[in-house]
């Protein structure tokens, strides 16, 4: 019965997502109030019936009722609570259901925060959000139902893929897709200015809260999605440029990038035309994320299960919401006007260098996605693109975006000079180049790649820390105490100095861990024992273990420096006995400066495992840089001036539209 | 309004190739060996192991070589449908290609499902199987009479595939 309600449910939220789709636009076209404030109850009810069939499938889940295909497919009487709850979207069509009920709280976080906004941009917003929920719900329904029955039922399921079954699996994609179809409201903001003409500065500002909370849920999903793998994968790598790992990346290049374009044309009224057109970019990249992963155009080691039919929808509606965007960008872009001129040398020539570096690093990414598919396509043989090339197509393009995020932020905007810039930053740079040689020195081997990477690392900690200093030093007619010049600095300043920050952690882990890492692989058996990086490693026993839904090889093994223990791990090997897969679980003593990773390959006739261990200095700081980056989001996101200005440009906003209407 | 398409007629061109990429399958991957001679082996027969067999025995005739082991579960998937091949008459003379096995695994495989081979080659160590490009267990080869490579199937066999595939292929090659 449940699964029928929540069927029902699903056509009753498509019928409404149709209404705020088409009501709230035509009554913003035509003036007529009346419809526009249909938007913002329609948006709750979606959201409300949406979360009413997602509680469905939930309860399915939780009820282990396997005449539900979906459920004998993904989850098994075995399989621990938790795990019943985050397989809902263990799969493609919960997976789907996810990204709707996302899209639908999105939404009514923009009807519920939008009140200072005017009415006929809020109903053209909802309206534009409206219609990509309709696209969703109808993929859902006609081809991928979540709720289709298995008659006869299963007798058991055949259990959640055991590489899921992982805590940070469980908040990992929500984390991403809200990230993701975030950048859904920045896109609704674009295009409900494209039809409006409101595309101006007062815009940027609404849309700037918008991108940042987005692109924070997006780097936490990215950051912890690498974490995860990091943990669960049993390989100790970390990125591995999958399809599905560059699908979330490349929304999150672009949305970088509009970040820093939505601060020029709010602060300064420029690059409005590619403002709009990277606002669409991000989305269409999350759209475009979708179907290559949910089409099975690219195989990847997430592989999940392909269809066809599921492929050529999602295509059809890519080009259709993609298409009918672009074609609605080049029919308005053209009025739009240019933004107050700027010399070569200024701040927004440095973010116009940014944006390009960034795009750019995204079409190289999208390029080496989709390769192998164009190669194929023109029936020019197989090939697979790995990280070779991306590591090359990337760092090209970072060193030089890390080498500009020291200087950007110190530059003024139109134009400045480089003499008395380049004497501002000399100190900095002075300490950049010994503090990169002194960090090499001090891991005993310096290598000139990684000084480079270090270099950019330092850079940017000391132009920060320049840009802090100068600003917190006392001025004329301004007194008060350093605490007191700190409290005033803007809330989105402190942000960004923390972003960039976080850059810097993340560059610096990276480029440590890559050059100093080792590893090894060793038969053991119990008390052999062997060394690396100076640890000492012993094999106190070897049994095993079972779990609710496996069993389990498991190694105790101690870690000991300089004869004094230093932890105690339990590296396993489980087979899941319902998909009879072998799964590696990783056992890893971590802090700030090295992580010890211990991982059990194959076990050998004699009865000893291959065991591999390895040192990984500073790897912590790769997701400990996406947590300070995500820092600065939040702070940068939480400025007052948002909410504060937003109130009084809103009586302003009102009053045009009232004369519009 | 020009350099305003451009968006949009690049986006056109991306739709156009992900259209084309819907209708191939990114896990087949052609053989390098199609249209090759086939690699030279010779190898002891799994059931006499003082037997040999070399590739250039069996010149002169279309044969199949089937990548088999007894360890290989999509083997025993597509066992009976060689089975019912080999039972059905007619058809071309199938080798097995026992895959880094055991022999007496490999015996004792053949003797509870069925032995549809000719003669199957003991490939303990899988020298022949490097030659032969395999890299999953069971592949199935299609060698004609000159000796070269005309077609390889990856994955288990399937009655779809020997009807829509390989018997009108061997069919060609004979005629």
Partial sequence: ?661 | MRRFLLPLVLFLVLAGFLAVGLSLDPREVPSPLVGKPAPAFQAAALARPDATIKRDDLLGKVWLLNVWASWCGACRDEHPVLVAYARKGGGVPVYGLNYKDKREDGLGWLQKFGNPYTESLFDPEGRIGIDYGVYGVPETFVIDKAGVIRYKHIGPLTPEVMRDKLEPLLRKLNA
């Fill in chain 1, 1 to 661: 019965m449940i699964p029928e309600l929540g069927q029902f449910i699903l056509m009753l939220a498509l019928a409404v997502a149709l209404v705020q789709g088409i009501v709230p636009m035509v009554g913003a076209q035509r003036g007529r109030a009346d419809w526009m404030a249909l938007a913002r109850p329609a948006a709750w009810l979606q959201f409300t019936l949406v979360l009413l069939a997602y509680f469905c499938l939930t309860a399915s889940f939780v009820r282990h009722d396997f005449s539900v295909l979906y459920v004998a497919s993904n989850s098994n009487s075995a399989l621990p609570l938790p795990y019943r709850v985050a397989a809902v979207w263990g799969g493609h069509e919960g997976s789907l259901l996810l990204w709707v009920l996302m899209l639908s709280v999105w939404t009514v976080a923009v009807a519920r925060y939008s009140r200072s906004l005017p009415l006929v941009f809020v109903a053209r917003i909802l309206a534009v959000l409206g219609l990509v929920s309709v696209g969703f719900l109808l993929f859902m329904l006609v081809t991928s139902n979540p709720f289709d029955r298995l008659i006869p039922a299963a007798v058991d399921g055949r259990d959640l893929n055991p590489l899921l079954q992982d805590p940070g699996m469980v908040i990992h994609p929500p984390m991403l897709y809200m990230g993701y179809v975030g950048f859904s409201v920045a896109y609704a903001f674009a295009i409900a200015a494209l039809i409006g003409g409101n595309l101006d500065a007062t815009w940027a500002r609404w849309t700037r809260p918008w991108t940042s909370a987005a692109w924070i849920f997006l780097t936490f999903g990215i950051g912890l999605g690498s974490w995860w793998a990091y943990n669960e994968l049993g390989w100790g790598g970390w990125w591995f440029w999958d399809p599905v790992e560059n699908a979330s990346f490349m929304p999150w290049l672009v949305g970088t990038a509009l970040i820093h374009s939505l601060a020029v044309t709010e602060k300064r009224g420029g690059f409005k035309v590619w403002t709009v057109l990277l606002a669409i970019m991000a989305f269409s990249l999350s759209l475009l994320g979708t179907f290559l992963v949910r089409s099975g155009v690219l195989s990847s080691v997430h592989s999940f299960a392909t269809d066809p039919r599921r492929g050529l929808f999602i295509l059809a509606f890519l080009v259709i919401v993609i298409g009918a965007s672009l074609i609605l960008y080049a029919w308005r872009a053209p009025r739009v006007g240019l933004g107050q001129r700027f010399g070569l040398f200024s701040k927004e020539s440095m973010l116009l260098v940014n944006n390009m570096l960034l795009v750019t690093a995204c079409g190289g990414v999208l390029l080496g996605t989709l390769y192998p598919l164009f190669l194929d396509a023109m029936g020019m043989g197989k090939i697979s693109v790995g990280p070779p090339y991306f590591d090359t197509v990337f760092v090209l393009m970072m060193a030089p975006l890390l080498l500009l995020m020291g200087v950007g932020p110190l530059m003024r905007w139109k134009q400045d000079d480089a003499g008395s810039l380049a004497r501002r930053l000399r100190w900095a740079l002075v300490f950049a180049i010994v503090a990169a040689l002194l960090s090499g020195w001090l891991m005993g081997r310096i290598s000139p790649a990684t000084t480079g990477g270090l270099f950019l690392a330092w850079w940017i900690v000391a132009a920060i820390s320049v840009d802090l200093i100068e600003r917190l030093k006392p001025k004329p007619g301004m007194g008060g105490s350093i605490v007191g010049r700190a409290r005033l600095l803007p809330r989105a300043m402190v942000g960004m100095m923390v972003a960039h920050l976080g850059v810097a952690v993340f560059a610096f882990g990276v480029a440590m861990v890559k050059t100093y890492e080792t590893e090894r692989d060793v038969k053991m058996g119990p008390d052999a024992s062997t060394d690396i990086a100076g640890f000492h490693f012993r094999m106190l026993s070897l049994k095993d273990v079972q779990g609710p839904n496996y069993a389990a090889a498991q190694a105790e093994i101690e870690v000991s420096r300089d004869g004094k223990v230093i932890a105690l791990l339990a590296p396993e090997k489980r087979i899941y006995r319902v998909q009879n897969n072998p799964m590696t679980e990783a056992a890893v003593d971590s802090s700030l400066l090295r992580d010890l990773y211990i991982s059990m390959g194959e076990q050998l006739p004699t009865g000893e495992w291959i065991v591999r261990v390895q040192h990984k200095p500073f790897i912590a700081m790769v997701w400990g840089g996406c947590l300070v980056m995500m820092l600065g989001g939040l702070l940068a996101a939480s400025d007052r001036r948002y909410r504060a200005r937003q109130t009084r440009s809103a009586a302003i906003g009102g009053a045009t539209a009232g004369r519009a209407a």
